[in-house]
């Protein structure tokens, strides 16, 4: 699969944080990258995470999100215009607590292949990849790959119920129904 990259900018309000998430997965699925069930959860989760983090505890007007998709990996970048690094709450015992708030990071740490912030020239950049699960039939090796494929051609001319018969095409000539 070839290298993809795209990026977009939102505005800095929390109604947003399910725009950016929507975004993201419609963008991967346009790329056609094949995610199990568990790994499209844990990609919704943690984008949802690191937005919800630069809309709450960044400064101003925009957050940017990257998604790239290179070499069997997904990477989520949130980039906002805070100096200020993440900080994970703490752990432990001691400060267990009921609070719903607080655990972004440590989601992102347990759930994400990797992870980590870098300053930027406006602030930072929070990120996160996931290995994507290989495609069913991969393992089957170099032969499948290679295998042609024939383009799906619309038929131009309009649908009616009269001319809805089968008619043989260069596959079907010559084989009973």
């Avoid at 947003?16 to 991967?28: E, K, P, T, Y």
């Avoid at 009616?160 to 129904?177: I, L, M, N």
């Amino acid at each position: 699969m070839p290298a993809h990259h795209t990026r977009f900018l939102l505005a800095r309000r929390p109604a947003l944080v399910s725009v950016a998430r929507a975004r993201v997965c419609a963008q991967v699925r346009t790329w056609g990258a094949v995610l199990d069930p568990d790994t499209w959860s844990t990609l919704e989760l943690l984008v949802s995470e690191l937005v919800t983090n630069a809309v709450v505890h960044a400064e101003g007007l925009l957050i940017a999100v990257g998604v790239r998709l290179e070499r069997g990996r997904l990477r989520i970048e949130v980039d906002d215009d805070s100096a200020r690094p993440p900080i994970e709450a703490p752990t432990g015992p001691e400060n267990a607590q009921e609070d719903e708030s607080g655990r972004g990071l440590q989601l992102t740490a347990a759930l994400a292949e990797e992870h980590g912030w870098e300053p930027t020239p406006r602030g930072k950049q929070v990120w996160f990849e996931l290995a994507l699960p290989e495609p069913p039939g991969a393992s089957a090796g170099a032969a499948l790959q290679a295998s042609p494929t024939t383009p799906y051609r619309r038929d131009p001319r309009p649908w009616s119920p009269a001319a809805d018969v089968r008619r043989p095409t260069s596959r079907t000539k010559g084989r009973e129904r």
